[in-house]
């Protein structure tokens, strides 16, 4: 699902990193349940999200308006 504002969470993660479709960090945020997307250009990123020694990684695609 596209995101438009914001990126929300279940749970708390300990670290939420954004890359770009080139590897380049874009965001980087600590302790967060929820991410502001707004100030993203649109397109698709890979969202890195660590929690209890874990990481899991997402895709995110941005639609800003």
Not at 50 to 62: A, E, F, M, T
């Amino acid at each position: 699902n596209p995101s438009t504002e914001q990126l929300n969470f279940t749970f708390e993660a300990e670290t939420v990193s954004i890359y770009d479709q080139s590897g380049a960090l874009i965001l980087k945020e600590k302790n967060k349940s929820q991410i502001n997307t707004s100030q993203l250009a649109n397109g698709v990123y890979s969202v890195h999200i660590g929690i209890h020694g874990d990481s899991s990684v997402i895709r995110l695609i941005v639609l800003n308006e």
